[in-house]
């Protein structure tokens, strides 16, 4: 693996985490939001990552080297979380409830996005420890020649 690999590979870490980060960030921001354009409760919204693939040439010059040699990581979908019910509360004042006072609330356990939020927190700075650790390699090596 080449050094240059070894910045993309934490650098798409990086940028995969920043995006998980925002959506969560967003979930957070919409937890009382009771309708939205579709007439219903904000939907909690769930990132998948997945392997990033090669091009067509890095392909053929990936298929001369090791096959452990990795590429990263990007964002395969950003999907709305359908299996989780929305939260149903009395109040009856409120202007979206029910004919019995109940209220739909979005899906968002703030429980849960706090934890989602502290593990790509943490996965952020693991990218960014890694990206230090080879920049600081290539300063050594470029001090080698003086």
Do not use: C
């Not at 998980?20 to 979930?27: K, S």
């Not at 990552?49 to 990263?72: C, D, H, I, M």
């Not at 650790?133 to 470029?142: D, F, I, N, P």
């Amino acid at each position: 693996m080449g050094l240059f690999q070894a910045f993309d590979i934490s650098g798409s870490g990086m940028t995969a985490e920043r995006f998980r980060i925002d959506t969560i960030a967003q979930n957070i921001a919409n937890i009382n939001t009771t309708r939205t354009e579709d007439n219903e409760p904000y939907r909690r919204k769930i990132v998948t990552f997945g392997e990033r693939k090669l091009t067509p040439f890095s392909n053929y010059y990936q298929s001369a080297r090791a096959k452990w040699v990795g590429n990263g990581v990007k964002v395969t979908s950003l999907r709305e979380d359908t299996e989780t019910d929305f939260i149903m509360k009395y109040d009856p004042a409120h202007p979206d409830a029910d004919e019995n006072g109940y209220v739909l609330y979005p899906n968002v356990n703030t429980v849960t996005e706090m934890t989602n939020l502290i593990d790509a927190t943490r996965a952020y700075e693991a990218n960014t420890t890694a990206f230090n650790a080879t920049k600081s390699m290539v300063q050594s090596a470029l001090q080698i020649g003086k």
